[in-house]
């Protein structure tokens, strides 16, 4: 394990890819002496134990992801992603009623 501070990183980016390289290695980014974040390599075993899932369902979350995406990287089918989703009450379709109602209103 390394820790590297934002500064370190502003005058060397590249520090955090060396550091992470390794299949095993990760590194703590602190702020202040403060740790902050944790980078790792995506080959790093923890991430087939939940944390790659985690991360993927919130990017999808963001809107980082599409459910085509995040169906693909977690190996499921639409119909199990979108259950998967609704199960952790994460809304599958961004929707606004009220934009159709306001549409329907204006065609009337």
Do not use: C
């Amino acid at each position: 394990m390394l820790t590297i501070g934002i500064k370190e990183i502003k005058n060397n980016p590249s520090i955090i890819t060396k550091g992470v390289e390794e299949k095993d290695n990760y590194l703590f980014i602190s702020k202040r002496g403060k740790p902050i974040a944790v980078a790792m390599s995506l080959d790093n075993d923890v991430f087939e134990h939940g944390f790659k899932k985690w991360v993927l369902i919130k990017a999808y979350a963001k809107g980082d992801l599409s459910l085509g995406q995040l169906s693909k990287a977690l190996k499921l089918s639409y119909v199990d992603t979108m259950k998967m989703l609704g199960a952790l009450g994460i809304a599958v379709i961004d929707y606004e009623l009220a934009d159709d109602l306001n549409t329907i209103e204006k065609l009337l």
